[in-house]
């Protein structure tokens, strides 16, 4: 089993030969420059030569400018932005590691991350409106700057580094916060070899790349559909930021009849209403070449209809923040051939498992269950993590032995396929975003007329699913849905609001004093 060590900062007693994700870019900008790299629209902003020589720069600015070590941390608050791709290749250039924030997040929210990771500077879009007007201390920033201000454009004119900095494997790169039980997320340290690993994984397992393909990015670049940039300048591939900056049906289909062979991530949600507008237009998808959908359930008649519209153009892949997008994947050809002999299991399934790692179905105990067996799944492999960020007990708990346990229930059948059943952690995922309950049952408590709560997921069509709260109020007090909402908006990001507050007398709870969620439930249903 392979042990898992902390990433390095200062790159001492490094153990491995350099790696360095920018001379993934380097390479591409080397063997062809003038290959077309980054587009807004469809309008060609820069080649592979301008996109390396911009990230070079912003990687001597930072060293130089702002005196920047190798193994410190910036920080990423913005919507989708052309910017990104050379931010993020020119803080690996000088040897930096990148805190990449979901641009939804509340501006305390997204205070915390950058508090917590140290981070020594922030770019932040116009989106990130608030950020500096919050009374939570950022000890470690030296600057603070737009993408479009003045500050950046200068950084673009400082003599470029020649050469990315000496990296080892295990140093880190990407420093992605996810949502977290106890009320914050938790920093995932993904390491240089991590995401090459997976890049290389997305040729083996998820689509081939050519040249003359497009990465169109209406999913948030913070997340999965940021780290696909890698395959993709790796094959010196085009990578394509619509006008919007985000997810518009419209938009991406008339993208992808102009632009051809386009390529992006969807969380299922995305798929749905991309499929309602195609069926509206009466289009087939046209120029579009591969969708990779994850991220959430995509039910069963989500993804025959979707097939019926748009052709076999889909991908499914499983993975977390903690082994990014690479735990399993089920391919164009197996869901082809799933819904062509109607095996609802296959095509329900998330496929088998990728090829760096390996995928297991555990007791509580650790002990591998037999075929169909429910239990949690486990993985591992050089995608995994190294550990949460300042966080030992956190990285103990879900790292054994080399094994990530990632909190998900589900079972593998006879040949490998993988079905997920339930996720133990309860996070509900709605338009492709975790939500964990603590943390909006946490900032629901902080209303004074509030005694107790508990907040669970429902499905819901649009959105794949909703966020419900049970709200029980103080003897001789009440309490509204007006001022709940109000509450939530001062203290969490919108997307993370409860769709419903239902009043109650009591909740459901078993004779530990737990809440009773299936209860909740099954209430819920009697609601509706």
Sequence with gaps: MRPHSPPRGDGAQRQGGPLNLAHLLLRSARAAGTRPAVLLGDSVLHDYAGLARRAAAIGAALRERLKLQPGDRIGLFTANHPAVLELMFGAWWAGLAVVPVNPKLHAREAHYILAHSGAAAAFIGDDAGGL?????????????????????????????????????????????????????????????????????????????????????????????????????????????????????????????????????FAAPTMVRRLVEQAAADGADGDGLKTIVYGGGPMYLEDIRRALQVLGPRFVQIYGQGESPMTITAL??????????????????????????????????????????????????????????????????????????????????????????????????????????PREVEEALLAHPAVAEVSVIGQRDDEWGEVVIAFVVARPGLAVDAAALDALCRERIARFK??????????????????????????????LD
């Design 132 to 264: 500096g007007n919050t009374d939570l201390p950022l000890p470690d920033l030296r600057a603070l700057i737009g993408l479009d201000s003045p500050d950046y454009a200068a950084l673009l004119q400082h003599a470029p580094l020649p050469e990315p900095a000496d990296r080892a494997p295990g140093d880190l790169a990407w420093l992605f916060y996810t949502s977290g039980t106890t009320g914050h997320p938790k920093g995932v340290m993904l390491t240089h070899r991590n995401l090459l690993t997976m890049t290389l994984a997305y040729f083996s397992d998820v689509d081939g790349v050519h040249a003359g393909d497009a990465a169109l990015y209406a999913a948030p670049m913070s997340h999965g559909a940021g780290l696909y940039m890698l395959p993709h300048v790796l094959a010196g591939a085009r990578h394509v930021v619509p006008e919007s900056r985000g997810f518009e049906p419209d938009e991406i289909l008339t993208l992808a009849r102009r632009l051809r062979d386009v390529s992006m």
């Design 331 to 436: 391919s164009r050809a197996q869901i082809v051939e799933a819904a062509r002999s109607a095996d609802d299991a296959r095509l329900a399934s998330v496929g088998i498992a990728q090829s760096p790692v390996e995928v297991r179905i555990v007791d509580a105990d650790g002990q591998p269950l037999p075929p169909e067996g429910t239990g949690e799944v486990i993985v591992r492999g050089d995608t995994v993590m190294a550990g949460y960020w300042r966080d030992p007990a956190a990285t103990a708990q879900t790292l054994r032995e080399g094994w990530l346990w990632t909190g998900d229930m589900g079972s593998l059948d006879a040949d490998g396929f993988l079905t997920l059943r339930d996720r133990s952690k309860d996070v509900i995922i709605s338009g492709g975003s975790n939500i964990y």
């Design 497 to 526: 609001r409860p769709k419903r507050y239902h009043i109650v007398d009591a909740l459901p709870k078993n004779h530990y004093g737990k809440v009773l969620k299936t209860e909740l439930r099954a209430r819920l249903a009697t």
